[in-house]
């Protein structure tokens, strides 16, 4: 079992930077694939960005790619999202994600074992 719990979320205006955390309990975190999704209002659930468990590999949505960066801390169980420029249509709810024994990131909301209850990012423009 795994379970995660987001923080970071909350109101900045277009143009700022934001940086999201996700704290994960379990003894599978390091060898689980760790993603960032995000559900804008009235949309469906969307890939943001994922992270190998070595951290060696990393996958970002094309639509925001250069304005993110994921990152991983084993030794602490935590995985990072640092936006940066952010726009009124990055406004969502961000959800963290995971799981343990894969070696490539799916990018479908699908493939995920466990899920976090998410943090608001809303941007004002």
């Known amino acids: 079992q795994v379970q995660l719990v987001e923080s970071g979320g909350g109101l900045v205006q277009a143009g700022d930077s934001l940086r999201l955390s996700c704290a994960a309990s379990?003894?599978?975190?390091?060898?689980?694939?760790m993603v960032w999704f995000r559900q804008p209002p009235g949309k469906e659930r969307e890939f943001v960005a994922g992270?190998?468990?070595?951290?060696?590999?990393?996958s970002y949505a094309d639509s925001m790619k250069g304005r993110l960066t994921i990152s991983r801390d084993n030794a602490k169980n935590t995985v990072s999202l640092q936006m940066n420029n952010l726009k009124a249509e990055d406004t969502a709810v961000y959800y963290c994600?995971?799981?343990?024994?894969?070696?490539?990131?799916?990018?479908?909301?699908?493939?995920?074992?466990?899920w976090g209850q998410g943090t608001q990012v809303t941007v004002s423009s």
């Open positions: 379990g003894r599978s975190f390091s060898r689980s694939i």
């Open positions: 992270i190998t468990g070595s951290g060696a590999g990393t």
């Open positions: 994600a995971a799981k343990p024994g894969l070696a490539t990131i799916p990018r479908s909301d699908t493939a995920y074992d466990y």
